[in-house]
């Protein structure tokens, strides 16, 4: 054999480098290598990273600082395959981070991503694809990105994997993308039902857990729910209830079926099936809360639907709500109050409940939890309403109290809801004392004082409701509940206007609160209300004509019209026709301005000022009682010595004896008085007798003591009016000739009959100026007024067809006009069988021919009101 020869190695070409092995320990080295251009050192680098971040957040976190994750992204499309996997891995794990998910989304991974759940890819690639999706889903913004790259037809096909890991991460990110109602569009028309059914074959609680949570959020949708009937899910979830093993199921099985339970047919499928009593014994006789919670959830959501409540009372699903009311878990009691509320729309259901129910719930209202409080209200609010049985029930069962506690709740509903359940009760008329007698108007001011508009509203229906009668409003009032309840008038929400508006037109049948309501604005804000045709309401409308009536003069300034129930009454003053939204000048500062040239303020005032007070009984003659002769010249010129003294305006004092001119019965020391006058003409005389009569009226401007409470100028021409009018008119048992005679009097006193014609030469004008004038006032007394045109006559016989009991209104027209209307039974008409004819209206002449009736609809009406 040959000696062998021993090759001579050729040396590398010069043109190529080296190997060389490094071994890094620094991650920063590893993550520059994620930039080589050879595939060797990216898988291996990849490799070395994927290891790092495994081992926990703080890893994470530091190669997000070291810039790994931007080159990742690229290798996600690298050509060689195993480059592409190992860098899917790595996104997988890191997805997890949030700064890396937010980086993510930033730079557009999402097709990348969704291109490795190719079928080609390994089941690897597909695990970790999916795991990056997954944890991407969980924000609202990569959702749609994700449906709107088309992620969600390779992930319900991977459902069907043998890898249960892909299993698992495809099935949560389809549950995290239902959330979007988009998404859960889409799922329906790639007919997501069947391959989620097919997971709860599981033999994975995990995977069979999300599927029913995907089921739960999905099947919120009816297209879904139907679905769900026809691939047989239904069959499904009974069974899944019906395994005690699977016990850690149940609680989303419940939830999956408490949405079916929303359709109709579902119930009825149930129902044929037995599955509906089965439920009902399953949440009644189950030990867990949860469980038990999400039956009664199922209960509520079905019960929204009338054939659903029937059949559910057909079951008797009443007494199972009744037994979770007694659980120890407040969970359950609060589900189990809440399905109950929603039964009380059946009828049947409501009646059961008034026996066995109430009780439970009152009880719940003394719990210590808010929550529990709440839903307990909010039952009882709906049991109570419209059912007076189940009212009576709440207050036989001391709930009145626990009720008035709630309404100190720190949660709003609860608050709410228990005035809510006052005011059915307060509606009651024999249940109103109690809800009276515990103080219901005290604990209510601090509900009226809220912020929440819901028990504003409810707060102000239950004041509308209690404050009926004249003890429970006076309560009202000194408690201070009339301030807030004012305050509410200002609310820009339409409800708690409206009802604050309907407990002010409560409150205001009473006097003194009315007063009070004004006093505090009630008036101006209804006022304004009503001037906006989007605010105003009936209620706001009825408040503020109720408080006008105790109001008169403003109401007669506002509207010019007083029905013949505004009992006109000492005080009142008519200022004129005045614009809506102009403010009424009170009496007293009407009294102290000066006389101007705008139109006299007519006053009616027959009680006595406290500058000017009342004769005394010696003073009075004996022989023709008070008012109907003033005195005898010596004693009067004595008095008006004395008034003046004290500020009365005398201008005439030293020139005559004053007699009044209008009485029809004389003193004997007036009589003779008189005939020493004979050589005096009539003018001069009717002209003494004016300012005499002024002397009777204490001057208004002001002079005195200015620490004195102000009074209104006294009348005591009119106080005599009525003392007349009472004596001689109101015994006259005939109600036409009392207001025959009434007119004839009035016009007497105010000038007489006028002629039409002669209308223009009646110089009323001037006697009122010269009433002012020697006033000092624009306010003036109706008794001084001789020569009085329509408006005068007309509230003069207003004011005594008030004192003596005659109906009538008062009503004002244009350029001075204003009437009386009175009804009357027409004696020439006949109605029906056994029936009286209705009473007609007709005007009362004060002016042309006093006395005369015209019917309204008369020519004679028409040309004495507006021509």
């Not at 759940?117 to 795991?131: D, G, I, Q, R, T």
């Not at 949570?213 to 099947?219: C, E, H, N, P, S």
């Amino acid at each position: 054999m040959g000696k062998k020869i021993k090759k001579e190695v050729e040396p590398p070409p010069k043109d190529v480098f080296d190997p060389l092995t490094i071994e890094s320990k620094k991650a920063a080295t590893v993550v520059l290598m994620l930039n080589s251009p050879e595939e060797e050192i990216l898988a291996k680098a990849c490799e070395a990273i994927y290891r790092f971040a495994l081992k926990g957040e703080e890893n994470k976190a530091t190669l997000l600082e070291l810039g790994a994750v931007e080159p990742l992204t690229k290798l996600l499309t690298h050509e060689d395959k195993t480059v592409r996997r190992n860098a899917t891995m790595i996104s997988g794990v890191l997805a997890s981070n949030n700064d890396v998910k937010k980086l993510l989304r930033e730079l557009d991974v999402m097709n990348s991503v969704i291109a490795q759940l190719a079928p080609e890819e390994e089941a690897v690639v597909h695990e970790f694809a999916s795991l990056c999706l997954a944890s991407l889903s969980a924000e609202h913004t990569s959702k749609a990105h994700i449906c709107a790259q088309g992620g969600l037809e390779p992930l319900l096909r991977l459902l069907g994997s043998p890898d249960p890991d892909v299993k698992k991460n495809c099935i949560e990110c389809i549950c995290n993308l239902a959330q979007d109602f988009q998404c859960r569009a889409t799922l329906q028309e790639l007919n997501a039902i069947p391959p989620i059914l097919d997971l709860l074959k599981s033999e994975y609680p995990v995977i069979q857990l999300l599927a029913l949570k995907t089921l739960g959020v999905v099947t919120n949708d009816k297209e879904s729910r139907a679905m769900l009937r026809e691939n047989q899910g239904l069959d499904h979830l009974i069974k899944i209830l019906e395994t005690k093993e699977l016990n850690d199921l149940h609680t989303e099985a419940l939830s999956v079926m408490a949405n079916c339970l929303e359709d109709a047919d579902t119930v009825t499928f149930i129902q044929q099936t037995s599955g509906l009593r089965k439920l009902l014994a399953f949440a009644e006789n189950s030990t867990s809360p949860d469980i038990q919670r999400n039956a009664a959830k199922a209960i509520t959501k079905a019960a929204y639907d009338a054939e659903n409540r029937k059949l559910f009372h057909e079951q008797e699903v009443e007494k199972c709500l009744v037994a979770l009311l007694g659980s120890e878990n407040d969970g359950t009691k609060i589900a189990a109050s809440q399905a109950i509320s929603a039964m009380c729309e059946n009828s049947g259901s409501k009646d059961f409940f008034n026996n066995q129910g109430i009780p439970q719930l009152i009880q719940l209202l003394k719990s210590d939890n808010e929550e529990v409080r709440e839903a307990a209200a909010l039952t009882l609010a709906n049991l109570t309403t419209c059912n007076p049985a189940n009212a009576k029930a709440t207050a036989e069962a001391d709930g009145i109290g626990p009720l008035i506690s709630t309404l100190s709740s720190k949660r709003d509903g609860a608050v709410a809801n228990a005035a809510t359940v006052l005011t059915n009760l307060a509606t009651q008329e024999p249940l109103r004392g109690s809800v009276q007698s515990h103080d219901l108007l005290r604990a209510i001011i601090g509900p009226l004082r809220s912020a929440n508009a819901v028990v504003q509203s409810r707060a102000a229906l239950a004041v509308a409701s209690t404050a009926c009668d004249a003890g429970a409003r006076a309560e009202l009032r000194a408690a201070g509940g009339l301030e807030p309840l004012v305050d509410l008038l200002r609310s820009k929400d339409d409800r708690v206007r409206r009802h604050a508006s309907w407990a002010v037109a409560v409150c205001a049948s009473d006097e003194l609160v009315a007063v009070e309501l004004c006093r505090l604005g009630a008036l101006d804000i209804l006022e304004e209300i009503n001037l906006s045709v989007s605010r105003k309401n009936k209620y706001s409308e009825i408040a503020y004509n109720k408080l006008l009536n105790n109001n008169l003069s403003l109401k007669y300034s506002q509207t010019g019209y007083l029905s013949s129930s505004n009992i006109i009454t000492d005080g009142f003053y008519d200022y004129g026709r005045i614009n809506p939204g102009t403010k009424l000048l009170p009496l007293k500062e009407l009294s102290l301005q000066e006389p101007s040239d705008l139109r006299a303020v007519l006053l009616i005032n027959s009680k006595s000022s406290e500058v000017s007070p009342p004769l005394s009984m010696e003073d009075r003659s004996s022989d023709t009682g008070y008012g109907r002769s003033i005195s005898s010249s010596s004693s009067l010129r004595r008095t008006s010595k004395e008034k003046a003294n004290a500020g009365f305006v005398s201008p005439t004092e030293e020139k005559s004896e004053p007699t009044s001119g209008r009485n029809t019965v004389l003193s004997k020391s007036a009589t003779k008085e008189k005939g020493s006058r004979k050589g005096r003409g009539k003018k001069e005389d009717e002209k003494l007798k004016e300012e005499e009569e002024v002397m009777l009226v204490p001057k208004v401007i002001g002079e005195g003591s200015p620490e004195k409470e102000w009074y209104p100028p006294s009348d005591p021409i009119f106080s005599f009016y009525v003392y007349e009018v009472t004596k001689t008119i109101l015994p006259v048992t005939n109600i036409r000739e009392q207001i025959v005679t009434l007119a004839k009097y009035v016009a007497e006193k105010m000038g007489g009959p006028i002629a039409r014609d002669k209308l223009y030469e009646f110089s009323w004008e001037l006697h009122i100026s010269e009433l002012k004038f020697q006033l000092k006032s624009n306010v003036v007394p109706i008794g001084l007024i001789r020569k009085g045109i329509f408006y005068h006559r007309a509230l003069l016989f207003k004011a005594l067809a008030d004192r003596i009991g005659i109906g009538c209104s008062l009503a004002r027209g244009e350029y001075g006009r204003a009437w009386n209307e009175v009804k009357l039974m027409d004696g020439s008409r006949k109605g029906m069988i056994g029936c009286l004819p209705p009473p007609e209206v007709f005007i009362v002449d004060l002016m042309f021919h006093p006395g005369e009736l015209m019917k309204v609809k008369s020519r004679e009406a028409e040309l004495y009101r507006f021509l």
